[in-house]
Nanobody, 125 residues
Framework: HVQLVESGGGSVQVGGSLRLSCVAS????????MGWFRQAPAKEREGVAA????????YYADSVKGRFTISRDNAKNTVYLQMNSLKPEDTATYYC???????????????????WGQGTQVTVS
């Protein structure tokens, strides 16, 4: 059972940037899609970005396209989320998780992912 540890969150002004990291306890990121998700208070968890373990293909929610970039470092068992041009609506707790590849792509539905970390809080004001 993989353990995931997210970090890099914090408080930032509108228009600022943060880079989140997700470190896995094993080589999970080289064997599964890895997704970043977020959940704001009183809202459902939503998919933000995902990266395919074989192709390296990346997938983004429309709300973050052009602003967020997902990447990975297999040697470090780490997935990153670079967040630029942050907006107040990006405020949430951010989580990473592994999930299955479907038809050679990664979907952003949280229900497909498991082994959630504890999350890291991002506040934009």
């Amino acid at each position: 059972h993989v353990q995931l540890v997210e970090s890099g969150g914090g408080s930032v002004q509108v228009g600022g940037s943060l880079r989140l990291s997700c470190v896995a306890s094993d080589d999970t990121i080289g064997r599964y899609c890895m997704g970043w998700f977020r959940q704001a208070p009183a809202k459902e968890r939503e998919g933000v970005a995902a990266i395919h373990h074989r192709s390296g293909g990346t997938y983004y929610a429309d709300s973050v396209k052009g602003r967020f970039t997902i990447s990975r470092d297999n040697a470090k068992n780490t997935v990153y989320l670079q967040m630029n041009s942050l907006k107040p609506e990006d405020t949430a707790t951010y989580y990473c998780a592994p999930g299955p590849s479907r038809y050679g792509t990664c979907l952003l539905s949280p229900s497909l992912y498991n082994s959630w970390g504890q999350g890291t809080q991002v506040t934009v004001s």
